[in-house]
Nanobody, 115 residues
Framework: QVQLVESGGGLVQAGGSLRLSCAASGSIFSINAMGWYRQAPGKQRELVARITSGGSTNYADSVKGRFTISRDNGKNTVYLQMNSLKPDDTAVYYC?????????WGQGTQVTVSS
């Protein structure tokens, strides 16, 4: 069984910063990629940022230059540093891990950006 534990969400004013963390544990092996997705009310879940085991990254256009994804392979942990936050960034943020032939999702953490 695989567990993904997310932390770091909260309420912040526009222009502020937050750092999300997601730690994977359990019977997990051969992690291929780790990433962050978000879902705002009434909208579909969308990719925010993704990082492969080799360190390659990709970002949604809306967050490029503001968000940075990183990972600690030894700790099976992925981070999302979010700077210059905007009200449009308000959403539930989900961690996703692609490992072996499987995909696991975290429970989600709320990020709210006030104007």
């Amino acid at each position: 069984q695989v567990q993904l534990v997310e932390s770091g969400g909260g309420l912040v004013q526009a222009g502020g910063s937050l750092r999300l963390s997601c730690a994977a544990s359990g019977s997990i092996f051969s992690i291929n990629a780790m990433g962050w997705y978000r879902q705002a009310p009434g909208k579909q879940r969308e990719l925010v940022a993704r990082i492969t085991s080799g360190g390659s990254t990709n970002y949604a256009d809306s967050v490029k230059g503001r968000f940075t994804i990183s990972r600690d392979n030894g700790k099976n942990t992925v981070y999302l540093q979010m700077n210059s936050l905007k009200p449009d960034d308000t959403a539930v943020y989900y961690c996703r891990v692609d490992w072996g032939r499987y995909v696991s999702w975290g429970q989600g953490t709320q990020v709210t950006v006030s104007s």
